[in-house]
């Protein structure tokens, strides 16, 4: 492995490489959803959908509620969203036991086929990333996107991953 070079093994990094990592994450960012984009394209679906069913795969029977918290949109936004996703029968709503105003939210057999779609589409490009980078560089790009993460979005994150929602 090359040794870094000037300021990149430096604490305080300069604004130009600064700069370079704005734009690296942009252009990773692109890249990462592209491969899904294709697919919810043929679907008139977009990355809200996406996301939806992301999470609902993730956190079966989530709320309304704590998917609105999660995505950070607003509830007109997640509930277009929604109602389509149901319409087309890829998600299922069903009301709370315990809290009847409460909505669980489920996919259904073709919603979670269309998820594993588009999740296999950015884990195969994820895994490509992370094996030509390596186990330390996989470790310390998740410590900087967890540093970048606002202090609640970084417990949801936790909570999330560690399936504690």
């Not at 999660?70 to 009301?95: A, C, P, Y």
């Amino acid at each position: 492995m090359p040794e870094p070079q000037g300021g990149e093994t430096l604490l305080f990094l300069t604004d130009e490489q600064l700069r370079q990592g704005i734009e690296a994450m942009f252009f990773a960012y692109r890249g990462f959803t592209a491969d899904p984009d294709r697919i919810l394209a043929t679907m008139a679906y977009g990355r809200a959908h996406h996301r939806a069913l992301h999470f609902i795969s993730r956190i079966p029977g989530t709320t309304v509620n704590n998917l609105l918290a999660i995505l950070g949109v607003t509830k007109q936004s997640l509930n277009r969203v929604l109602r389509t996703l149901i319409e087309d029968g890829l998600v299922e709503s069903r009301v709370g036991t315990a809290d009847k105003r409460e909505r669980h939210l489920y996919l259904t057999d073709a919603g979670d086929a269309l998820e594993q779609k588009l999740s296999d589409a950015q884990r195969a490009r994820m895994r490509g990333a992370y094996r030509t980078a390596g186990p330390e560089a996989v470790a310390g790009f998740r410590k900087v996107l967890e540093a970048m993460m606002d202090p609640d979005m970084r417990r949801r994150y936790h909570a999330i991953r560690d399936k504690d929602v």
